[in-house]
């Protein structure tokens, strides 16, 4: 069974700091995804990582991924407050996607 | 992204009675449509995925003759609760994956907007 595993869960962070956000997983795959959600609102569509070494970004957000090591990382570069919400990484694993437990960004002035 | 409506967007009923909640996928052909389901403060849990003219997988826990799905269209799937209850309150969302009416690669799942149900 693939376990998706995100860290921190929450993560209070001052203006204009810089942080990471892990996403470790068990099983094979060589796709996986970042979403944002905000409260009450569905998911939207971050990143698509799809090979290992795989890096992109948007913003002051970037992620990447490592397929051998099982990770992906979303680095969050001189935080804004706008970035607060919740973030999910879900590795794709065939025909499904398996989500991480989320991570909560709190961003405060 | 494709476009993916869900209606209605919330509902609140009372229990022992039926929900219908649909999802639409507006430019885009759903050849696999999945249902999910949030908890406050919780991540997705997929419910079950269903290919079009198919009957739906279900995840393991998850009571097929209380969730039935219906997968009619590559543009339409349903999700019925049947016979709901306050533990059946939740966020569900629907995603699609497919292939754009305008063409281009596929593969990747586009997440409806959401349903809130509340079961009083």
């Known amino acids: 069974e693939l376990k998706v595993e995100q860290n921190p869960l929450f993560l209070s962070m001052q203006e204009g700091k810089n942080y990471t956000i892990y996403c470790n997983y068990s099983?094979?795959?060589?796709?996986l995804y970042w979403y944002r959600q905000d409260p009450g609102k569905s998911l939207e569509s971050l990143f698509v990582l799809l090979s290992n070494g795989a890096v992109k970004q948007e913003g002051r957000l970037m992620a990447s991924l490592d397929t051998k090591a099982r990770l992906s990382t979303l680095h969050i570069t001189a935080a804004v407050h706008d970035l607060s919400a919740t973030y999910f990484c879900?590795?794709?694993?065939?025909?499904?996607?398996?989500f991480g437990a989320g991570t909560i960004l709190r961003v405060k002035s | 992204g494709a476009v993916v409506s869900q209606h209605p967007s919330w509902v609140i009923c009372k229990s022992g009675t039926s929900v219908k909640i649909e999802c639409r996928s507006l430019?885009?052909?759903?050849?696999?449509m999945f249902w999910y389901r949030q908890f406050p403060k919780q991540s997705l849990m997929l419910m079950a995925t269903?290919?079009?003219?198919?009957?739906?997988?279900?995840e393991q826990g998850v009571e097929k003759d209380k969730f039935l799905i219906n997968h009619a269209s590559l543009t339409l799937s349903t999700l019925t609760v049947t016979s709901a209850h306050p533990e059946d309150s939740s966020f569900y969302i629907c995603?699609?994956?497919?292939?754009?009416?305008?063409?281009?690669?596929?593969?990747?799942?586009?997440f409806g907007p959401g349903t809130r149900l509340t079961v009083l």
């Open positions: 430019d885009f052909q759903a050849t696999t």
């Open positions: 269903s290919n079009e003219g198919s009957k739906a997988t279900y």
């Open positions: 099983t094979t795959s060589d796709r």
């Open positions: 879900a590795v794709d694993l065939t025909n499904k996607l398996v």
């Open positions: 995603s699609e994956k497919g292939f754009r009416l305008a063409g281009g690669p596929g593969g990747e799942q586009f």
